[in-house]
């Protein structure tokens, strides 16, 4: 992506030294101000290249500030960092070592935004290739799709020589099997047990639990330029072809150059039914600050769950969803339905993990 954007930074750096005199005398936070449009200041709050990203992301967003320092595209320099999470065989709700379907099948969601051109891509129900990310990537410059899913997107991944393999661990294999051997005591698959046991096969504690772990990674460089990226490997255990909020621009990432970008993990089921990456994005057009932008779309999805399965006894979500957003002037923040949750930063020196803000303490 480095070579085929040079000449809009330029574009940019003209337009703004034309706007504030001389260009010598241009700092990067001035340029700010003629990226952010009307509702953002001149002045950049945060340092920057800065990085956010899901409390996963510690590695990503040291990754993609390293990056963005030697003058990475910004995009280039978020999928970067994720592809550290996608082929961490040890991180099993992204790429490589994700949890798989309830065939056993792994099978993985990403888009990519970038802010600087307003292009954007995904890929949905990827098998045998463990870099989503890149796959979308390479869908926004090398096709006029923005979303490709399934055969269709292995078969683009292969032609453009993405190398298969099988991306199921036997971690993950093992986790996907006690899931599969305790779900019923009805079906015809056991879990180990003794000679005098009945009732074999009931789901206790670990299996009950299905994540629905992501990772969103958003960037911003010295130029005012944003983009950003989630790659997952979606809810485990999910029917085949069921695919989340991940891919989906607008739900699992949206990113506006002018104002900033917007991510999320957790249930991608709602999500989907609120686009909230876009509804932060817009919120902060409107002026909200990003903590602020994101609980409000936790506050629309708590509103939008209807449905008494989804609810607890109070009638709130019995389930998480959670946001992160970062403006063009450097201010980033974060926000889930439920308490407990923290996000992953870089500006300059180690990466760090900062408490979200919540709708409901648990
Ligand atoms: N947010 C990830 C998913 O629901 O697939």
């Known amino acids: 992506m480095k070579d085929v954007f040079p000449s809009l930074s330029r574009r940019l750096f003209i337009k703004a030294a034309a706007l504030f005199g001389a260009s010598a005398a241009i700092t990067p936070s001035e340029l700010f101000s003629e990226t952010a449009g009307q509702s953002m200041s001149r002045r950049t709050q945060g340092r920057v290249p800065v990085s956010i990203a899901s409390a996963n992301g510690l590695e990503a967003t040291r990754r993609a500030v390293e990056g963005m320092r030697r003058g990475d595209d910004t995009l280039d320099a978020v999928i970067a960092g994720v592809n550290i999470v996608e082929n961490d065989p040890d991180d099993d709700t992204v790429g490589y070592g994700g949890l798989p379907n309830e065939d056993g099948v792994v099978e993985l969601d990403s888009c990519v935004m970038h802010g600087p051109t307003m292009r954007g891509a995904g890929v949905a129900a990827l098998r045998n290739i463990k870099n989503p990310s890149l796959v979308a990537q390479k869908v926004l410059e090398r096709s006029d ?125 709602a999500n989907l039914l609120s686009l909230a990456s876009f509804l932060i994005v817009e919120r902060m057009r409107a002026g909200d600050a990003p903590t602020d932008a994101c609980l409000a779309a936790c506050r629309r999805i708590a509103e939008q769950t209807k449905m008494k399965r989804l609810r607890d006894k109070e009638g709130r979500p019995a389930f998480n969803v959670n946001f992160y957003a970062l403006n063009v002037r450097g201010e980033h923040g974060g926000a889930s339905l439920w308490s407990g949750k923290q996000y992953a930063v870089n500006d300059g020196e180690e990466s760090r993990l900062v408490d979200s803000a919540y709708l409901f303490a648990r």
């Not at 993950?172 to 079906?187: F, G, H, M, P, V």
């Not at 009950?208 to 979606?234: F, H, K, W």
């Not at 069921?242 to 900033?260: F, H």
Request: aromatic residues 6%; negative net charge.
């Open 145 to 269: 799709h923005v979303l490709i899913v399934g055969e269709g997107a292995l078969r683009f991944a292969r032609a453009h020589g993405f190398r298969e393999e099988n991306l199921l661990t036997d971690a993950a294999r093992e986790k996907w099997l006690r899931w599969k051997e305790r779900l019923s005591t009805k079906d015809d698959w056991l879990p180990e047990h003794g000679m005098e046991e009945r009732d074999i096969g009931v789901l206790t504690g670990a299996e009950v639990q299905r994540p629905t772990g992501t990772i969103n990674c958003l960037g911003l460089n010295d130029r005012a330029e944003i983009s950003g990226v989630t790659t997952t490997s979606g809810l485990a255990y999910k029917i085949p072809g069921r695919v989340g909020d991940s891919p989906i621009l607008g739900a699992g990432l949206y990113v506006d150059g002018k104002v900033g970008a917007a991510g999320s993990t957790g249930r991608g089921e």
